[in-house]
């Protein structure tokens, strides 16, 4: 059985910083491209970074240019965990985060809560 679960969201400031994180168990996160999107109030889901499952010398991030300069996306093989670290939040940031991990696959964690006000 596979499952993703993120954590770290919560209620900031503008100009905050906060890290989510998605554990997941029944994958190899480090085998499956991972990626973050998220859904405002009333608004289309929206694709907000991701990471190749390439080994980490040559692994690739990419940025919605909405968060690039601001966001990073990890991994932590060990832990089998997947992180978005979010600085400089803005109140344009206030949505629900979810992260994907995708091979042959895509699963979706149930998200977490990021409120900027």
């Known amino acids: 059985h596979v499952q993703l679960v993120e954590s770290g969201g919560g209620l900031v400031q503008p100009g905050e910083s906060l890290r989510l994180s998605c554990v997941a168990s029944g994958i190899t996160f480090s085998r499956h491209d991972m990626s973050w999107v998220r859904q405002a109030p009333g608004k289309e889901v929206e694709w907000v970074a991701g990471i190749t499952s390439l080994p980490s010398l040559f692994r690739a991030a990419s940025y919605a240019d909405s968060v690039k300069g601001r966001f990073t996306i990890s991994q932590d093989n060990a832990k089998n965990k997947g992180y978005l670290l979010m600085n400089n939040l803005k109140t344009e940031d206030t949505a629900v985060y979810y992260c994907?991990?995708?091979?042959?696959?895509?699963?979706w964690g149930q998200g977490t809560q990021v409120t900027v006000s």
């Open positions: 994907s991990a995708i091979r042959s696959v895509q699963y």
